[in-house]
């Protein structure tokens, strides 16, 4: 049973520049959150993702935005990229409850130049 | 606000010895709480998970984590730490609406 995967596994940008970073969830798990973790700090969450609707926006501009899939996987979109968003992308995957646990995905490591 | 506290930037123990690492949050009801360990260049990997009943939780690798409501604490606990425990341990809370609040983290060195 694969769990939660995510592509590309590093990336590197330049500033202006938009990014597309992509997460399919754990099987049997609808329900996908994205978060950003800059170096030496926790993750902070970006949005959660539930039939294909935003259910939930952490503090992040709107230059942020996603998609689900009708497969429950889900894309991150990052516009106009800024130095301050090199950042490790964590994807999560969980059942629809709120309070299902979340599995994370190994990250997607970006670079803003 | 909500939020969770991480008051150990970095903890260095020896091998065989004891450990805890702690752990506050503040919500003005009770978040599940959860401990994730997360070792270089890889994703979080889910440790143990409180989210009502028994307050000593039992988790993975041997860990487990006590919930005190009165100090708004969920304390990490290992009685004998392995080599292989060395990573980054981030404390965290779920409120409504399937968010998870993360504290900065703790860095685990272990001596030989």
């Known amino acids: 049973d694969a769990g939660v995967t995510q592509s590309p596994t590093h990336l590197i940008k330049t500033r202006g520049q938009q990014v597309t970073l992509r997460c399919s969830p754990k099987s049997g798990h609808d329900t996908v959150s994205w978060y950003q973790q800059a170096l030496g700090q926790g993750p902070q969450f970006i949005f959660q993702y539930y039939e294909e609707e935003e259910r939930q926006r952490g503090n992040f501009p709107d230059r942020f935005s996603g998609h689900q899939f009708p497969n429950y996987s889900s894309e991150l979109n990052v516009n106009a990229l800024l130095l301050g968003d090199s950042a490790l992308y964590l994807c999560?995957?969980?059942?629809?409850?709120?309070?299902?646990?979340?599995?994370f995905g190994p990250g997607t490591r970006l670079t803003v130049l | 606000a909500q939020s969770v506290t991480q008051p150990d930037i970095h903890i260095t123990v020896s091998e065989g010895a004891s450990l805890e690492l702690r752990c506050n949050y503040s919500?003005?009801?009770?978040?599940?709480l959860f401990w994730y360990v997360q070792s270089p260049g890889q994703g979080l990997q889910l440790l143990l998970k409180y989210f009502s009943g028994d307050t000593l939780v039992q988790g993975i690798k041997g860990f487990e984590a006590e919930f005190k409501r009165s100090q708004s604490s969920f304390n990490l606990r290992k009685p004998s730490v392995h080599w292989s425990d060395a990573a980054e341990y981030f404390c965290g809370a779920g409120f409504q609406g399937g968010k998870l609040i993360f504290g900065q983290g703790t860095e685990l060195s272990v001596k030989p």
């Open positions: 919500y003005g009801a009770t978040p599940y």
């Open positions: 999560a995957s969980s059942g629809g409850k709120l309070t299902d646990t979340q599995y």
